[in-house]
């Protein structure tokens, strides 16, 4: 196994690095330690060295870490969001990375009703146009967003997006720009508070916390290489 504390203090190094350049707080970035496809004993190695967010993308791989391990955890739901598994997300996770539609959005205001919670999410934006990635198209959000703001349950917190790959971190900066971009317009424009930006991923956490990252979702830097592919599942 990785030296997975000497890996996560060097993240929380960096994230330090990058709010100092841009004069943030450190406390305003909110790191996601992602442990999809990790075993048990990798959250518990990351949870002893301090961690306390953790970020999954499979419901049932989820379900089974939440069961098993201390109830201080807290969880955040990074995947796609199939709808006839809504009610137990909302039952295991604090925060729904990724909102990406207005029917499912809606659905989850409703189940979110009949259980009595008020759930935290991020609407994903799919900035790159991509068949293989969830998320509202920008021209589509703006013009669902008076509807998604009338669902009385959710609470959004703001945008979130999985960038087109790029081959370096410098490559994703256009991208974080303009959810950041988006997010600014739509406050304006809707009058809303709409404060977090859930971007940035290992290896671009930092230019993405330059450009606003609120919440930065990172796995392997922390846990080291995942054993399969995983992009088919990215959001
Ligand atoms: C897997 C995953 C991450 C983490 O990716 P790493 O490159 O391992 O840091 C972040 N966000 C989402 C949505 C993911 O599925």
């Known amino acids: 196994?990785?030296?997975?504390?000497?890996n996560l203090s060097e993240v929380l190094r960096k994230i330090q690095a990058a709010c100092a350049r841009t004069s943030r707080d450190q406390g305003s970035v909110e790191l996601i330690a992602v442990s999809k496809t990790f075993p048990m004993e990798?959250?518990?190695?990351?949870?002893?060295?301090g961690?306390?967010?953790?970020?999954?993308?499979?419901?049932?791989?989820?379900?089974?870490?939440i069961a098993a391990l201390p109830s201080s955890l807290h969880w955040h739901f990074i995947g796609r969001v199939q709808s006839n598994k809504v009610r137990r997300l909302l039952q295991?996770?604090?925060?729904?990375?990724?909102?990406?539609?207005?029917?499912?959005?809606?659905?989850?205001?409703?189940?979110?009703?009949?259980?009595g919670l008020f759930p935290k999410v991020f609407l994903q934006v799919?900035?790159?146009?991509?068949?293989?990635?969830g998320g509202f198209a920008p021209s589509l959000l703006r013009a669902e967003m008076e509807?998604?703001?009338?669902?009385?349950?959710?609470?959004?917190?703001?945008?979130?997006?999985?960038?087109?790959?790029?081959?370096?971190?410098?490559?994703?900066?256009?991208?974080?720009k303009l959810?950041?971009?988006?997010r600014d317009s739509l406050e304006t424009e809707f009058?809303?508070?709409?404060?977090?930006?859930?971007?940035?991923?290992?290896?671009?956490?930092?230019?993405?916390?330059?450009?606003?990252?609120?919440?930065?979702?990172?796995?392997?830097?922390?846990f080291g290489k995942r054993s399969y592919r995983v992009d088919e599942e990215l959001g």
């Open 191 to 222: 009058g809303v508070n709409l404060p977090g930006l859930s971007m940035g991923m290992s290896g671009d956490y930092g230019v993405a916390i330059e450009e606003g990252a609120t919440h930065v979702r990172v796995g392997s830097a922390i």
């Open 92 to 115: 295991s996770f604090e925060v729904i990375h990724a909102i990406d539609s207005l029917k499912l959005a809606s659905y989850t205001d409703e189940i979110a009703g009949e259980l």
């Open 126 to 133: 799919n900035l790159g146009d991509e068949s293989s990635k």
């Open 42 to 49: 990798s959250v518990r190695g990351a949870w002893e060295a």
């Open 1 to 6: 196994m990785p030296d997975i504390a000497e």
């Open 179 to 182: 959810l950041a971009g988006m």
């Open 147 to 176: 509807a998604l703001l009338q669902l009385k349950r959710l609470e959004i917190l703001g945008l979130m997006c999985i960038p087109p790959a790029a081959p370096d971190a410098e490559s994703a900066r256009p991208w974080f």
């Open 51 to 65: 961690q306390l967010l953790f970020g999954e993308s499979k419901l049932q791989e989820a379900e089974s870490k």
